[in-house]
Structures are given as C-alpha cells and as structure tokens.
C-alpha cells in the first residue's frame, strides 16, 4: 500500500523513478540553502540556524503521511544493513519498517548498485522529527552517512515531497504550481542563488515577494 501510494505520487510529480538531483528531475520544484554560507560551520549558530530553517519549512508544508530512507548499497560494501537499519529507527524513534523493497539497477557508468526502500505511515508510527531532522543536517559530521540525500517526506493526498538532502540544502516538490508558491514568497531570501532564475521562470508574478 504505501509503496503503491508513494509511485502514484511520484508519478504526479513528474519523478517517477525518484531521480536525484529531486530539483533537476522535478517540473515543479523549489531549492532552498539551508546551512547559512556567511556563518562558519564551526559556529555553533550554523546548525541552530540550520535546523531552525528547516524546522520552519517542515511546518510550513502539508501534512505529511509517508517516510521513504533509501539506502545505497554496492557489491563493494560490507556495513550491515540491518546494523543501519537499527541505527535509523533510534534515532527517529520508529519501529521496524512497514514495508521494504529492493531494486538491482546500474548507475550511469553501468555499475551495478542495490536500492532498498524501507517505508513507514507517519500516521500510524509518527517519527521523532526533530532528531531525524538534526540527524540529517549533520550527517557529514556525525558519521551516519547514509542519511545523506536518502530521506523522503511524502503528503500523498496532495501530493507533495520535502527531501532534506543535508545541511547544505532542501528541495519541494508539488503537482501544483499553488502549493509552492508560499515557500516561494515567503522565503524567498533562501533560495539558492544558483537556480533563482529557473525558480524566478516558473514562480515569480507581479506582486512581488516579502521574504523573511
């Protein structure tokens, strides 16, 4: 169910195969710097101001109903999955996972690669949210690195996708144009300089912005 729910949500979100970059691969799409770049990393105000950013765009986004952790994995490798797999529910303070899936694929240099999708109702099993979020704006400093672009808020009603990829950024996706043109306005001074004038094509109007 919830594996069937989620493909028909990225299916109108124009990803059907969940493809990263999510922004690149996303007709509808916001990217937002999240880590501050005129704060060092080394101050304590950067991850405070981080995770209050993300906070903010969690709260500020629908409901969300399904967690989606993809975990990467090659035929080099040698971590245990379920070692991980433990390590994520404690942290997000969840059970076992409802459902999981494994994909054989290749990348694009045709190496082989294995996704293996663990899928949790946020509804039924709600998670620790904060942590799962602080754990993932310092998965490059806290060690749990497959926490890093592998983690995937879902509203299936709307639909409508949060992917907190790590400190340095977040990307909203919707199937409609009027669910995002919030953020849009709202936060404008967190978009990412690099992709404003894509975001500007497809959301900026006439009224202008009043960011925060």
């Not at 060092?40 to 405070?48: G, Q």
């Not at 991980?84 to 054989?104: M, N």
């Not at 949210?129 to 926490?147: C, N, S």
């Amino acid at each position: 169910m919830l594996l069937e729910r989620t493909l028909s949500t990225l299916q109108a979100l124009g990803n059907e195969r969940l493809q990263l970059p999510i922004f690149y691969e996303s007709p509808l799409s916001l990217r937002f710097e999240i880590g501050p770049e005129d704060i060092p990393v080394n101050d304590p105000r950067y991850f405070r101001m981080a995770y209050w950013r993300t906070s903010f765009l969690y709260e500020k986004a629908p409901d969300f109903d399904t967690l989606l952790w993809v975990l990467y994995r090659t035929p080099d490798m040698d971590s245990d999955i379920n070692e991980l797999l433990d390590r994520f529910c404690k942290l997000a303070r969840l059970p076992e996972p409802a459902e999981v899936y494994e994909q054989e694929t290749v990348d694009r240099d045709g190496e082989p690669f294995t996704r293996i999708f663990f899928f949790w109702d946020m509804e039924e099993t709600p998670p620790k949210t904060a942590a799962l979020l602080d754990g993932i704006l310092k998965t490059d400093f806290a060690g749990f690195l497959e926490l890093s672009s592998a983690v995937f808020f879902f509203n299936t009603q709307t639909p409508f996708l949060l992917h907190l990829y790590d400190d340095r950024g977040m990307d909203l996706v919707a199937a409609d144009k009027a669910l995002l043109s919030p953020f849009y306005e709202d936060c404008h001074n967190w978009l990412l300089d690099y992709d404003l004038p894509h975001m500007d094509e497809i959301f900026a109007n006439t009224k202008g912005t009043e960011p925060i």
